[in-house]
């Protein structure tokens, strides 16, 4: 994207709005005065911020386009999209999310953009965070997503973090520091995130924690009686809360789902469901290479799903073996279960997620860039609070997931156009801009995502750049797989209740969902 000052982008939506050149009415759309129907959903912050942008482009912009903005509970957005999708009285631009969008494809509810983007002088998608783009690509024939054609244009980027409580630390005798590796190892003559020296503690929000000492720190942070080791004079009564097995799972290279290539489907191959694969994982040593089935892997990359099996013995010896995904599970689950750091199921029903860290109930907490927004309004001076990144195993990689939207364009829409003009407005870098300075949202574009306007130095996190770091390697979460969520359904209740709740054991939920979950699976990507 060329750069441009927020004055000029001011200007040009005076003067010009953001129009798109080369792209001919539809017969539907007047010159003179043409009203289209934005839907979209969000907290309040969220909806007055997008209550000014539409108001700004009704004023500013010349192509006589008038945008009605009609929010909707978040609770009840996807299935009133659906039915309008499905009805005569459709919206011209909706915002779906990447767990969402798919299905609503494959109904083809939604339509392509490549076109647009193609002759956009507003919009450069080069410019833009290239996993959050590709969320939004769809291949219907495959039904593969990250591939084929382009259906939304990224409004925001929410990668995940460490939320971090500073006073319930300081209460325990924790000295929080923000070094990096290198000053860290100059200063204190170690590289780890929480460690002591001499008779003191602390915690460094520069380095992620192994899992080791994320369980010791929670540990140090939990005064809940039921937990068989815990520090009375914690101020929290559990050290974390974690709702997403997602990034111990994939720090040691396992998923819920892995593609496996087979010629003899349609589709080029179909997702096998890995949830409680026992199979280990496999990264490469530093000064090596490793070629199987004609796939090199290089130092520090871990070996596909696919490919491991086929690994010899003197392969094996130039990696280093990583946990399988099933005992990545165990240590999620076990947090709660075994060790009583976070609490179970029947805590949390009754709090939100927000709340138990807002109210001080527990003292981390791993959750979006989304949530900032959320604590500069109720935790307000109460205490003081950073991010940190995610755990990461000690011999794995970093990893963790995101969330996104999308600006979309309803197929059955006769102002597509117009549309697209609001879509430019919105997704450019001033609207942008106004969303990002709100604190809820990392920009789509890489550029403004590293400068002052989203890192906000004055404000809390201090530590923002974690954000942006954890924005070139977190993906979506297992919500946008596949164009339903029934698969997910088969297992996930299970799992967030009994298992959690030590009511029922992961080798009895395998037991349980293995089967039927593939079924499920394989109903979309041909089965036997």
Known sequence: ????????????????????????????????????????????????????????????????????????PSGDYETKVTNALRGRNVPDVIVAGDGEIKGWIEKGGISKLDDYVAESKELDLDAMWSDAVNRYRYDVSSRKGGT????????????????YNVDAMKAVGINCISLSEEESMAQYGTTEAYFEQGGQLYFNNKIALNWDSFLALSQKLTSNTAA??????????????????????????????????????????????????????????????????????????????????????????????????MEAMQYFVDLSVKHGVSPKPEVSASNSTYGLFSSQQ????????????????????????????????????????????????????????????????????????????????IPNTMELANSEVF?????????????????????????GYLPSKAWINEWSTDLNNDVLMGNMSLTELRDKTQESTQVIVDAYYGGE
């Open 1 to 72: 994207m060329k750069k441009q000052t927020l004055a000029k982008i001011a200007a040009f939506t005076l003067c010009c709005a953001v129009g798109l050149s080369g792209c001919g009415k539809t017969n539907s759309e007047s010159s003179d005065n043409t009203t289209i129907q934005f839907y979209s959903w969000g907290n309040e912050t969220e909806v007055e911020v997008t209550r000014e942008l539409v108001k700004e482009f009704n004023e500013t912009n010349t192509d006589g386009i008038t945008v009605e903005f009609t929010p909707i």
């Open 148 to 163: 084929g054609s382009l259906y939304g244009i990224v409004r925001d980027y929410s990668p995940s973090a460490l939320f």
């Open 228 to 325: 068989p080791v815990r520090n009375d004079q914690s101020i929290t009564k559990y050290g974390l809360y974690d709702i997403y097995w997602f990034c111990f799972g994939w720090s040691v290279g396992g998923d819920c789902l892995e593609w496996v290539e087979d010629p003899s489907l349609a589709t080029g191959g179909k997702y096998k469901f890995t949830l409680f694969d026992e199979t280990k994982n496999y990264k490469v040593t530093e000064g090596n290479t490793v070629t199987v089935n004609d796939n090199t892997y290089e130092a520090g990359q871990i070996v596909s799903y696919s490919d491991k099996a086929a690994l010899t013995a003197d392969q094996k010896a130039l990696c280093v073996e990583l946990p399988s995904q």
């Open 362 to 441: 527990c003292a981390m907490l791993i959750d979006t860039r989304y949530a900032v927004g959320i604590f500069r309004e109720t935790i307000g001076d109460s205490f003081d609070w950073d991010v940190a990144p995610l755990p990461v195993y000690k011999d794995g990689v970093a990893a963790g997931h995101s969330g996104s939207l999308a600006y979309c364009i309803p197929e059955k829409s006769t102002k597509k156009d117009a549309a697209w003009k609001f879509i430019e407005f919105m997704a450019g870098e001033y609207g942008q801009t106004k969303y990002t300075e709100k604190g809820f949202i």
């Open 455 to 479: 890192l906000q130095s004055s404000q809390k996190p201090a530590n923002a750049q974690v954000f942006v770091d954890a924005a070139y390697y977190h993906t979506t979460g297992d919500w």
